[in-house]
């Protein structure tokens, strides 16, 4: 079993926060986490695949997408940007949603924090995954939510390998 604990993962009282590192400068990290191209070759947890992505890179902008189920379902999500400092931050709240972009209900939003750092040509992004209650993350918790997040971040490794090697 995957030892998330060594790749930087723990879970508060009413957050968790994951982390990775990745060989590939900042710019590109962040990159792949801002645009439609890449996001839809490493978002969703394997067998899921995007089968939509918009994304409105500016503070109060939408990135709202599908996950495609293997039979075919679609879940759709979306976050709304609050503060963009390229190549540094994102923060943006997230919950599921219709094909229009409107909130369902019964799912907890959540606010996101990521942090991106550079050292010696490699980048760290850090996660802060916040929820208003310890039961909202309970909620997200019992959905796979930090598994889900975990495995597309492990495949986002997979990717940015792959562009660096292009």
């Known amino acids: 079993m995957f030892d998330y604990a060594s790749q930087g993962q723990h879970i508060g009282e009413r957050e968790f926060v994951v982390e990775r590192q990745f060989a590939a400068p900042r710019a590109l990290v962040f990159q792949v986490f801002t645009q439609p191209q890449h996001l839809k070759r490493w978002w969703a ?5 995007i089968s939509a992505c918009t994304v409105d890179l500016r ?6 997408y599908a996950m ?5 379902q679609e879940h759709w ?3 709304v940007y609050r503060e963009i400092v390229p190549p540094e931050k994102l923060v943006y709240s997230a919950t599921f949603a ?3 972009a409107n909130p369902i209900e019964g799912v907890p939003e959540h606010l996101t924090t990521i942090v991106f750092t550079e050292e010696a040509g490699k980048t ?5 995954v916040q929820f208003s209650s310890a039961e909202a993350l309970k909620v997200a918790l019992d959905m796979r939510m930090l598994e889900g997040t975990n495995m597309t971040w492990d495949y986002l490794i997979e990717y940015v ?3 660096q090697a292009k």
């Open 59 to 64: 503070p109060g902008g939408i990135w709202h």
């Open 161 to 163: 390998q792959e562009l």
């Open 68 to 72: 495609r189920s293997p039979e075919g």
């Open 77 to 79: 999500a979306r976050s």
């Open 124 to 128: 760290k992004a850090t996660a802060r």
């Open 98 to 100: 219709d094909e229009h």
């Open 45 to 49: 947890p394997r067998p899921y695949t």
